[in-house]
């Protein structure tokens, strides 16, 4: 039997109550030994109620040991949970070894190019690499594993490692137990110059349909004095975010994805103005694109927009480009970026 309290000290009562109740039996032993010492029985007396004492105290000891010296309460660590996008498109939360080296199998087996990647939820904290967010694995010769973190101040960096499918393998097993090992990855910007990086990138998150594997994800929705973010997000709180602003509860919305945004606003007889940032990394040339919509149109847009990483009809899409550099330089706001 025990009792615990909040400090976590616990009574052990059976060792408690034995050893007691040992003890007291040895000592009444002994001093009826001592009594009769001269006796032969009374040393054979003495011997087994010192032993009999000795075993009691030691439970006596037992029982109350937990008081004197409390048990530490085991450190938590958050358990990770693992999304998978196999090498089919399907996800699934039930991630095993014995499923990611089945994947590696597929992609080793494919004439086509293939990959799978592995969303960490929450994001797993890896020192001073920084917060690992997703792992992508592409089959080309060998396995290129890479892993997409998130910095400081919402910055990304990606590392990789190029092996052969047995180690990639044994690497995954240690990401699912928690203590993936990152000594030999190099950043992929050591790989290539510094203005080739993001379409370095970008090469690396596309597979054959053009589909886009996205380590950057958040939506923004905005009040009158607030704002709301989730990084993790479905596609049905992107259509209530729509049906918000139609409906006049949000300001605006605006939706990061990769290396693109786009800001939904309140457009002009109750349709949705929608402006397509396509560059958001701050390097390079971007460019700003804008359509109006209905709600059911800026629905499917967006839809087909989270299932495929791109607006598969780009005609009657306007470059606004000049217009919003424009109002930068006259201290406008910055379209895709949240302040």
Request: glycine share 10%; aromatic share 10%; with cysteine.
């Amino acid at each position: 039997m025990r009792k615990n309290n909040r400090t976590r000290k616990r009574l052990r009562l059976i060792p408690l109550i034995l050893g007691g109740y040992g003890a007291f039996l040895g000592f009444g032993l002994a001093a009826l030994g001592l009594a009769e010492i001269k006796e032969g029985i009374g040393i054979v007396r003495l011997l087994i109620g010192l032993g009999m004492a000795g075993f009691g105290l030691l439970g006596i000891w037992d029982g109350v040991r937990d008081l004197v010296i409390p048990l530490k309460k085991p450190e938590q660590t958050p358990a990770s949970q693992f999304i998978l996008t196999d090498t089919s498109g399907n996800r699934s939360s039930l991630v095993t070894p014995e499923l990611l080296q089945e994947q590696i199998g597929v992609l080793t087996e494919s004439e086509a190019p293939r990959h799978f990647d592995i969303q960490i939820l929450p994001p797993l904290s890896v020192g001073e690499y920084g917060l690992l967010k997703q792992i992508l694995c592409i089959y080309d010769n060998n396995i290129i594993l890479a892993a997409f973190f998130e910095m400081a101040q919402d910055e990304g960096r990606i590392y990789q490692k190029i092996t052969e499918p047995d180690n990639a393998v044994e690497w995954l097993k240690q990401l699912l137990a928690g203590s993936p090992d990152f000594f030999e990855w190099e950043s992929i910007e050591t790989k290539v110059r510094q203005e080739d990086a993001e379409a370095f990138r970008r090469q690396l998150m596309t597979d054959q349909r053009g589909q886009m594997t996205y380590w950057h994800q958040l939506l923004v929705i905005f009040g009158e004095s607030w704002h709301d973010e989730h990084r993790f997000f479905s596609a049905r709180d992107v259509e209530l975010a729509i049906e918000g602003i139609h409906e006049g509860k949000y300001t605006k919305a605006v939706l990061e994805w990769g290396t693109e945004a786009i800001d939904l606003f309140p457009g002009v007889q109750n349709d949705l103005m929608v402006i397509l940032c396509t560059n958001n990394t701050g390097k390079g040339e971007t460019r700003f694109l804008a359509k109006e919509g209905t709600v059911t149109q800026v629905k499917f847009w967006l839809v087909n927009y989270l299932d495929h990483g791109f607006f598969e009809e780009m005609s009657g899409w306007a470059d606004i480009t000049a217009q919003i550099e424009k109002a930068e330089r006259k201290g406008g706001k910055n379209h895709g970026k949240v302040f």
